[in-house]
């Protein structure tokens, strides 16, 4: 509808292990906005499949297979906030999206209303990632780690393809880094609303 007010969508996407719940999660706390992860959405009903029913070969390829069905489940409770004109902060990897230059023209014309999108690509510098994955220990990662050159070679790490109204592409050396990088993107974007570390 014309005349409504703008709602903020600020995503940070990036391979995994790249910080992005730990950035996410600061900027939705200074901004207190709703907050959706990937992981805390997805991961249970994931492991329960597994549980039950095995993965049926490579951990990397049981994600895949069911990624569909994991993007719906982590877009609608988003989209349905930005309806209800509630900002939202999002976490996700967002592989394939990034690379898809009208994704997010598709996302808002199904809105009905209008939305600001401000993306943020999280790439910590050379060696620092390895670090993080090892660090965050999960059995999601095992494969990977397990083939570590492979895998870059295998990703597209390089800035995002989307039509986001902004688009940040951070290389950092720590998340305090790419926290506050990500805070003078929002200051700037979201003017009036926003100051100092986040107050509204």
């Excluded at 780690?145 to 895998?151: I, M």
């Excluded at 989307?162 to 940040?168: M, T």
């Excluded at 790419?178 to 107050?199: H, K, N, Q």
Aim: hydrophobic share 40%; aromatic share 12%; glycine share 8%.
């Amino acid at each position: 509808m014309t005349g409504e007010p703008i709602v903020n969508l600020v995503v940070f996407a990036g391979l995994p292990g790249t910080g992005k719940t730990t950035v996410a999660r600061q900027i939705a706390t200074v901004c207190h906005w709703p907050y959706f992860d990937y992981d805390t959405l997805v991961q249970p009903f994931l492991q329960e499949i597994e549980t039950k029913y095995g993965l049926g070969g490579h951990r990397l390829e049981f994600y895949k297979h069911w990624r569909a069905a994991s993007y719906a489940t982590l877009w609608a409770p988003v989209l349905e906030n930005l309806r209800l004109g509630n900002d939202v902060v999002l976490s996700a990897p967002l592989s394939t999206e990034v690379r898809d230059d009208t994704f997010f023209s598709r996302l808002k014309a199904g809105l009905g209303r209008p939305v600001t999108i401000t993306s943020f690509y999280l790439a910590p510098q050379d060696g620092l990632h390895l670090d993080m994955l090892k660090r965050r220990g999960s059995i999601r990662d095992e494969e990977v780690l397990a083939d570590w050159d492979g895998y870059l070679r295998s990703h597209d790490d390089s800035p995002p393809r989307w039509d986001a109204d902004h688009c940040a592409y951070l290389k950092f050396n720590d998340s305090n880094e790419a926290f506050e990088a990500s805070m003078d993107v929002l200051r700037t974007i979201v003017s009036g609303r926003i100051s100092g570390r986040g107050e509204l």
